[in-house]
């Protein structure tokens, strides 16, 4: 049974940290490249970075570049972002999603094979 299951994610003031984990079971994390994603109520999903299946290859959107970094562990089947310096509009459900392939090709959501249930982010004073 293919999961994601992310984890990590809370209450935070605006400046703080917070470190989202994603693990993976059911398939073979090594040949695919993970994103995450978020999704704030009453907006589209967003890609927010993406880390290649060997880890060499990372990408962020321009709103997080940064302050976020993404990292992964295939012999732990995890990938972690960590998230610095947040900022209330970084406020949403974070979701992992994982794209058969070695690289990162897509930022868009309609082409990840699997995705995890989400972990809600909220930056508030």
């Known amino acids: 049974q293919v999961q994601l299951v992310e984890s990590g994610g809370g209450l935070v003031q605006p400046g703080g940290s917070l470190r989202l984990s994603c693990a993976a079971s059911?398939?073979?994390?090594?040949?695919?490249?993970i994103g995450w994603f978020r999704q704030a109520p009453g907006k589209e999903r967003e890609g927010v970075s993406c880390i290649s299946a060997s880890g060499g290859q990372t990408h962020y959107a321009g709103s997080v570049k940064g302050r976020f970094t993404i990292s992964r562990d295939n012999a732990q089947n995890t990938v972690d972002l960590q998230m610095d310096s947040l900022k209330p509009e970084d406020t949403a459900v974070y979701y992992c999603?994982?794209?058969?392939?070695?690289?990162?090709?897509?930022?868009?959501?309609?082409?990840?094979?699997?995705w995890g249930q989400g972990t809600q982010v909220t930056v508030s004073s």
């Open positions: 059911g398939f073979t994390m090594e040949d695919y490249a």
């Open positions: 999603a994982a794209d058969y392939g070695q690289y990162c090709s897509s930022d868009a959501a309609s082409d990840y094979d699997y």
